[in-house]
């Protein structure tokens, strides 16, 4: 027992002797480590006790609860090293430039792609027969009734064997037009190989004895010919004064005489409208002096009719 008591008596007084003995005290750390030092006595003294301490020393003493010790590791890393900036790498492009970039890189791999697909299929369409016009079946025409359809089909069928889309259209168009019952054509693409054709005829007026022969004439003085189709019935007035040699608008202003004839005799009152019926030949050989030749009851009669107010005469 009195051992024991002589071993506690010389830890006390070494304790003590640590608390009391003056240390210069530069830091917070300092004192967090004489805290800890007196902590560390503590745990190996069996029996707890109050140390003496100096009330000179007071301002030594430290509340463990008020430490902080993860400030006190970054206040002694402050003095260890110094801060290093850390470089920043900024790209040499602005923002907004990049996204423009990005964009145009977008356009043009479209535009690239969309220009391959365009070279592919143009390839695939001029070399595939799938698009080459077989027969004269391939070919569809509509609306022919008095032009020669064996002539339109001729034209028409120029293209069997060809490639679809090497069919020149326009001068199709063009070809047909040239054949004087066609007014008007139309000339498409049936993919894959079929090509249409669409007529639409002039429409005769009356007939006209251009040296011995007679032909149908329009209201622009196109000489059509007669038509291909003989189940059609025209009853028109003879044009006499028209020669095989006169150009187009030659022929064009004689009809516009025609034209006005007709149209006042058959604005007339209704007791007169069998007038248009009764012609039988329009002289228009001088455009001062129309002459026609009437068919009447009481029989045939040539009347001049001069070059206007046809009906006043």
Same mark, same amino acid.
């Given at each position: 027992m009195l051992a024991h008591n002589s071993v506690d008596r010389d830890?006390?007084?070494?304790?003590? =002797?640590?608390?009391?003995?003056?240390?210069? /005290?530069?830091?917070? !750390?300092?004192?967090?480590?004489?805290?800890?030092? /007196?902590?560390? @006595? *503590?745990?190996?003294?069996?029996?707890?006790?109050?140390?003496?301490?100096?009330?000179?020393?007071?301002? !030594?003493? =430290?509340?463990?609860? $008020?430490?902080?010790?993860d400030e006190l590791d970054g206040e002694e890393s402050q003095f260890l090293r110094t801060s290093r900036r850390v470089p920043v790498r900024r790209s040499t492009i602005p923002k907004i430039a990049a996204n423009r970039l990005k964009i145009a890189g977008v356009i043009a791999a479209v535009v690239v792609g969309c220009a391959g697909i365009s070279a592919w299929a143009y390839e695939y369409g001029t070399s595939s027969w799938r698009f080459r016009i077989q027969s004269s079946d391939s070919v569809e025409i509509s609306g022919v009734r008095n032009a020669p359809r064996a002539l339109v089909m001729e034209v028409a069928g120029a293209d069997i064997a060809r490639n679809i889309f090497s069919v020149p259209l326009d001068e199709r168009k063009k070809q047909l037009e040239q054949i004087p019952w066609v007014e008007q054509a139309t000339v498409m693409r049936l993919l894959p190989n079929r090509i249409a054709v669409t007529i639409q005829e002039r429409t005769p007026v009356a007939f006209a004895q251009i040296g011995s022969r007679i032909s149908l004439i329009d209201a622009n003085g196109v000489v059509m010919g007669l038509p291909a189709n003989r189940k059609t019935r025209y009853s028109f007035p003879v044009i006499r004064g028209i020669t095989e040699t006169e150009p187009l608008s030659s022929r064009a202003a004689a009809m516009k005489i025609y034209n006005r004839l007709v149209s006042e005799l058959s604005d007339s009152a209704e007791s007169n409208a069998h007038y248009v019926q009764q012609l039988s030949e329009v002289d %228009?050989? $001088?455009?001062? $002096? /129309?002459?026609?030749? *009437?068919? $009447?009851?009481? @029989?045939?009669?040539? /009347?001049? %009719?001069?070059?206007?107010?046809?009906? @006043?005469?």
């Open positions: 830890l006390m007084a070494r304790d003590s =002797i640590e608390l009391t003995q003056p240390e210069p /005290v530069t830091s917070t !750390l300092g004192k967090a480590r004489s805290l800890a030092a /007196v902590q560390r @006595g *503590a745990s190996r003294s069996p029996k707890s006790f109050t140390p003496e301490i100096n009330p000179d020393d007071s301002e !030594l003493l =430290i509340n463990p609860e $008020d430490l902080d010790l %228009l050989a $001088d455009p001062e $002096d /129309v002459k026609v030749t *009437a068919n $009447d009851p009481g @029989g045939t009669m040539v /009347v001049h %009719l001069g070059a206007q107010d046809f009906l @006043g005469h």
